[in-house]
């Protein structure tokens, strides 16, 4: 089986191959570009033209989505990974033709799916969703603390400020709302106005609300995330690398041979 291997060693050689990569990359963006496209209305023949190219692009997937499933030496490994099974079932449901029956609407998502290929193409990408994904569990923490924050908040200005204004501190529920408006800045400070006009100080509630919230725990949800992503970057880098000596390792062993060459020389 010499042909299959030097085909394989092919296959593999145009997997890693930079511009090959830079390719597929392109053909994702045109086939982002092409499902922009069909969205506006335009004469029926460059429609056509659109269905057609549609079809090529997802005939290429298939071809790329084969040439990286042949690249792989151990076949079972290819579907280990959770990115390789999301392509490949993208990639088959796209050149399934069901563009003239009830499930066009399936067919149009199923293509617009296609654009995600970009993370799994892109390491880069790929740490940074893995990063979040791994954040979360820390961030519900963090979201559960703002809750509290924001229902201790919303109950005591339900209190103060219904008379003031019913439609945006009538309840819990509203004044929920309301705050989620004050800690995105949407006018927030038409709201702190109104109630400065009969509690002067209010603006105390609004500022401490705001440093809570917009600023003290948007920066733990940013330390959070960036603390996860160095890591998912050194486990990639240790993946990368395996095997391989770093520099801290070198400078390590260079220091244990010159303590060496000199209890020798003692």
Same mark, same amino acid.
């Given at each position: 089986?010499? *042909?299959?291997?030097?085909?394989?060693?092919?296959?593999?050689?145009?997997?890693?191959?930079?511009?090959?990569?830079? &390719?597929?990359?392109?053909?994702? +963006?045109?086939?982002?570009?092409?499902?922009?496209?069909?969205?506006?209305? $335009?004469?029926?023949?460059?429609?056509?033209?659109?269905?057609?190219?549609?079809?090529?692009?997802?005939?290429?997937?298939?071809?790329? +989505?084969?040439?990286? &499933? %042949?690249?792989?030496?151990?076949?079972?490994?290819?579907?280990?990974?959770? *990115?390789?099974?999301?392509?490949?079932? !993208?990639?088959?449901?796209?050149?399934?033709?069901?563009?003239?029956?009830? @499930?066009? %609407?399936? /067919?149009?998502? $199923?293509?617009?799916?296609? #654009?995600?290929?970009?993370?799994? !193409? $892109?390491?880069?990408?790929?740490?940074?969703?893995?990063?979040?994904?791994?954040?979360? =569990?820390?961030?519900?923490? !963090?979201? @559960?603390?703002?809750?509290?924050?924001?229902? $201790?908040?919303?109950?005591?200005?339900?209190?103060?400020?219904?008379?003031?204004?019913?439609?945006? *501190?009538?309840?819990?529920?509203?004044?929920?709302?309301?705050?989620?408006?004050?800690?995105?800045?949407?006018? *927030?400070?038409?709201? @702190?106005?109104?109630?400065?006009?009969?509690? =002067?100080?209010?603006?105390?509630?609004?500022?401490? &609300?705001?440093?809570?919230?917009?600023?003290?725990?948007?920066?733990? #949800?940013?330390?959070?995330? !960036?603390?996860?992503?160095?890591?998912?970057?050194?486990? /990639?880098?240790?993946?990368?690398?395996?095997?391989?000596?770093?520099?801290?390792?070198?400078? /390590?062993?260079?220091?244990?041979?010159?303590?060496?060459?000199?209890?020798?020389?003692?």
């Amino acid at each position: 089986m010499r *042909w299959y291997v030097s085909l394989q060693n092919h296959f593999i050689s145009l997997k890693n191959n930079r511009i090959f990569e830079l &390719f597929v990359i392109a053909i994702i +963006i045109f086939s982002a570009l092409l499902i922009g496209l069909n969205t506006y209305d $335009i004469p029926q023949f460059y429609r056509h033209v659109l269905k057609t190219l549609d079809y090529a692009v997802s005939i290429f997937f298939l071809v790329e +989505i084969s040439i990286r &499933f %042949l690249a792989e030496k151990n076949k079972g490994n290819f579907f280990k990974n959770g *990115w390789n099974i999301f392509d490949t079932l !993208v990639v088959v449901l796209s050149l399934i033709p069901i563009e003239d029956s009830e @499930m066009v %609407l399936l /067919a149009r998502l $199923i293509r617009i799916f296609r #654009v995600l290929r970009m993370v799994s !193409v $892109i390491p880069e990408l790929r740490i940074l969703l893995a990063s979040l994904f791994k954040a979360l =569990p820390q961030l519900g923490y !963090v979201v @559960m603390l703002m809750f509290i924050i924001f229902y $201790i908040y919303a109950a005591a200005g339900s209190m103060f400020f219904e008379k003031i204004n019913s439609e945006l *501190w009538g309840d819990v529920s509203i004044s929920l709302l309301t705050l989620f408006r004050v800690m995105t800045f949407e006018d *927030w400070t038409d709201v @702190m106005y109104e109630t400065m006009k009969v509690y =002067p100080l209010s603006w105390m509630y609004y500022i401490s &609300f705001i440093f809570l919230t917009a600023f003290a725990f948007l920066n733990m #949800v940013i330390g959070i995330v !960036v603390n996860v992503m160095e890591q998912e970057h050194q486990h /990639a880098y240790d993946e990368e690398h395996d095997g391989e000596p770093t520099i801290i390792d070198l400078h /390590a062993e260079i220091q244990e041979l010159k303590q060496m060459l000199k209890d020798k020389q003692l």
